[in-house]
């Protein structure tokens, strides 16, 4: 939990710093769409073979190398001098992150049964919307007293503590995983099954327009504040946090709720899917008037709403995704998930850009983003089976 919070906030301080970036090296609103959505290039691919080498490896090792490369990332970013090298370092930051997830969803998926995965998912979200919250009050206050440079470094070199104690973690489980390796190796599923499965079809449309939504907040939230409803930089910092901690409050809440009422016969069908569907149209329903309303105040209280609502789905997503897929496909599942899930990062951040430089108003992409959230409310409806476990039957 703490470790992905520090990713979300590595990955989203490029836009608390965009508008102080943009300036001192000359870049428009079009690049900076560009430079918000190339880390999730590198990561969208990546994930594909983070899935893939998880299965046959050890995952705490594994995560350990991918969080020392993105932190260095991170804080080299405070060195850049030009749109390229920045540009090359957030694809580096793809590259590492994209073991994040899958090592996430190995670790829970052997290590928590069906009634205690609602809750160690939805503590892992909730680390996700609290690393933009604390991002934004802590990027913001870094760059008030020492500037944008120092505070992409300070970020990544202090985030680096966290190896220490990992460390001691994946030192004393060294032995128990090598044992397991070549069983897991030899039990793995193969690609191709896992992608003929309508379920992972169904799941990754879903996270595609879950993500778009989350993107846009993600990446645009700040700079909305500023330039939309001119937040000064203190007020920004003191409030943007807001509809992050909503969402994080909401995934711990309905995560513990859902994990109860399976536990009390309801089946992970009827629960985790109800929460999921009904938290993106909620959301939608909140997030469209936002961009409507004239008070500022107003706006940011919407998105608030809209964020709690939005936690619902979240603390479920990945606990349906790791019971259909078992032990023995929850990181392959999950990276190849991930992957096209995230390609939403490509596009959110981009077309969010070209949409305010074309229009001169957020209004479009405000509108865009609450309709990928019922796009994706519906392929789980539509498209996703029974949140049970796959009967596979291939080995590689």
Request: charged share 10%.
């Amino acid at each position: 939990m703490i470790s992905v919070c520090i990713n979300y906030i590595d990955r989203g301080n490029l836009s608390v710093a965009k508008s102080a970036i943009a300036k001192e090296l000359a870049l428009n609103q079009e690049q900076m769409g560009r430079l918000l959505s190339a880390f999730f290039w590198t990561y969208s691919v990546s994930l594909i073979f983070a899935g893939w080498f998880i299965e046959r490896m050890n995952v705490n090792w594994l995560y350990a190398i991918g969080y020392l490369l993105w932190s260095a990332a991170t804080a080299l970013t405070g060195y850049v001098d030009s749109f390229g090298m920045l540009l090359g370092l957030r694809l580096i930051l793809g590259i590492s992150e994209s073991v994040a997830y899958p090592c996430y969803s190995k670790i829970i998926a052997t290590s928590f049964s069906e009634s205690q995965r609602g809750i160690a998912n939805s503590l892992i979200d909730a680390g996700s919307k609290l690393g933009p919250a604390f991002g934004i009050y802590v990027c913001a206050a870094l760059m008030g007293s020492y500037g944008w440079r120092m505070m992409f470094i300070l970020i990544g070199g202090v985030s680096m503590i966290w190896l220490i104690p990992w460390a001691f973690v994946a030192w004393k489980q060294k032995s128990e995983s090598a044992s397991d390796r070549a069983a897991a190796k030899a039990d793995a599923v193969s690609m191709r099954e896992i992608l003929s499965n309508r379920s992972m079809i169904g799941t990754s449309l879903g996270l595609f327009g879950l993500n778009y939504t989350w993107y846009f907040l993600l990446t645009w939230l700040p700079g909305y504040l500023t330039d939309e409803r001119h937040y000064t930089t203190e007020q920004m910092a003191k409030f943007g946090p807001l509809p992050f901690y909503s969402v994080a409050f909401s995934a711990a809440l309905f995560g513990f709720i859902s994990d109860r009422l399976i536990a009390k016969g309801h089946t992970p069908t009827k629960v985790r899917k109800s929460f999921f569907v009904a938290g993106l149209v909620l959301a939608a329903c909140f997030l469209l008037p936002s961009a409507l309303v004239d008070s500022p105040d107003a706006s940011l209280t919407l998105q608030v709403v809209a964020a709690f609502c939005f936690g619902m789905a979240t603390a479920n997503l990945w606990a349906m995704t790791q019971t259909m897929a078992g032990r023995r496909a929850a990181a392959s599942w999950t990276g190849m998930q991930n992957a096209f899930g995230n390609l939403a990062g490509v596009s959110a951040p981009w077309l969010t850009g070209w949409f305010v430089q074309m229009t001169g108003s957020f209004f479009t992409a405000f509108a865009l983003a609450a309709a990928m959230a019922v796009g994706g409310a519906i392929c789980y409806i539509l498209i996703v089976g029974d949140i049970r476990e796959v009967e596979w039957k291939s080995k590689t």
